[in-house]
């Protein structure tokens, strides 16, 4: 064996500042079995199971057929920009022009751009607990410091502009909500959204909204907070073709912000991605542009096995789960479980479910709290028995 020379370089302090996705930990592991022939149920998933919709790929193909492969503007192509904003205002009654819109590489990507122009040292960032993942470490990641906001478990973890203003700190510049919400499923109402978007405009921090979930709600209709009056100079929202139009891998969201700050991440981006992805650009078209049948489609059938899996897990002893109104995520609290067991952390049970009844879960340390679970049931009623019994055995 060659020597291996040893390292003679030194990471930048701003990367040793963030670890790696503790969602994909998890989900490199149970690859790990299934590639060993286990049979693993595999509740990890962030993405829909549903496959893009047909015109939508016939969108990509014909751009291909096109040749539409070349460098697209930096912000997105104009019709597709125009596309968001019309779509934006016919789903969610708002009023953005294509100036007011920048496409992404995915709504991470537009958190990523909108946090990088914004954020920096002695700025803090208030976040609700639980969050997802890249909240906190991009946050990190740019110098600013993360300000956690509680929410109640009995409250559904439903966020409260009280909650917010207990939180509130001098340095506070930005207040990150995601509603619905990944992982609890939470979705703050409107009423309540007025009043955390008022206290936010009355202070004078931006507030970011992401949206990918938007058109996951169970009961009442999506909603965007931009379409609030006078609210688009005070915020930014983050969209995501992901999500809605089961498009994780094609790579595009949009970024919908006051002017000076798309220009910002406009420069950003000129000098990372370049561009989203030119014939996935003209795929978002298509999908905007056209009818809205598979998302309601999914729709339901989430709905189907919301109401399955929520009560699966309710029915098995030492579990208790709050009802999720939006996203596909179920959080159930392992808390009796764990302390009946002498069991200190939620990775070391997500561990045991995988290596002893192959369940695949994430951990709710990834998500900020210490005694939940994060469950997807973006996968098939099938799957959901299944998981649900091999639950019932472990924990009962
Ligand atoms: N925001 C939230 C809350 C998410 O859960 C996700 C994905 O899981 C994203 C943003 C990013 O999605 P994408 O980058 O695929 O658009």
Request: with cysteine; proline share 7%.
């Amino acid at each position: 064996m060659p020597e291996v020379p040893a390292t003679t370089f030194k990471l930048a302090e701003r990367v040793e500042r963030i670890g790696v996705s503790a969602t994909l930990a998890v989900l490199n592991e149970a690859e790990k079995l299934k590639a060993q022939g286990v049979d693993v149920v595999d509740f990890g998933p962030g993405e829909p199971d549903f496959p893009t919709p047909e015109p939508i790929k016939q969108a990509a193909i014909q751009a291909l057929h096109d040749n539409f492969t070349k460098y697209t503007p930096t912000p997105g192509i104009p019709e597709l920009r125009q596309a968001i904003c019309d779509w934006h205002a016919r789903e969610l009654a708002t009023a953005y022009q294509p100036g007011e819109c920048l496409v992404t590489v995915g709504g991470k990507h537009g958190v990523f751009n909108a946090v990088s122009a914004l954020i920096g040292r002695g700025d803090d960032v208030l976040l609700p607990v639980p969050y997802w993942v890249s909240f906190p470490e991009i946050v990190n990641y740019c110098g600013g410091r993360v300000v956690p906001v509680a929410t109640e478990e009995a409250n559904g973890f439903r966020l409260t502009a009280a909650a917010v203003e207990r939180a509130w700190t001098e340095a506070t510049k930005l207040v990150i909500v995601n509603s619905p919400c990944n992982p609890s499923g939470a979705v703050v109402d409107r009423e309540e959204f007025a009043r955390i978007f008022d206290l936010c405009r009355r202070r004078g921090a931006l507030l970011l909204s992401d949206e990918c979930y938007s058109h996951f709600v169970y009961d009442g209709a999506p909603f965007s907070v931009a379409s609030l009056p006078e609210a688009k100079p005070h915020l930014v929202v983050i969209g995501s073709l992901s999500k809605t139009f089961s498009m994780t891998g094609w790579r595009l969201g949009y970024a919908l912000a006051p002017p000076p700050l798309v220009q910002a991440m406009i420069r950003l981006q000129s000098h990372s991605t370049s561009n989203p992805t030119s014939i996935a650009q003209k795929a978002g078209v298509a999908a905007l542009r056209g009818p809205m049948d598979s998302v309601r489609a999914m729709l339901a059938e989430y709905a189907r096995r919301r109401a399955r899996i929520i009560a699966g897990l309710n029915a098995i002893p030492n579990l208790r789960c709050a009802e999720p109104h939006g996203a596909f995520y179920a959080y159930p609290n392992v808390g009796g479980w764990m302390r009946a067991r002498g069991v200190k952390t939620a990775a070391e049970v997500a561990k045991r479910l995988l290596d002893e009844v192959h369940v695949v879960v994430v951990p709710g340390e990834a998500f900020g709290t210490a005694e939940h679970l994060r469950l997807s049931y973006a996968t098939s009623m099938e799957r959901i028995e299944e998981g649900l019994r091999r639950l019932t055995r472990f924990f009962s």
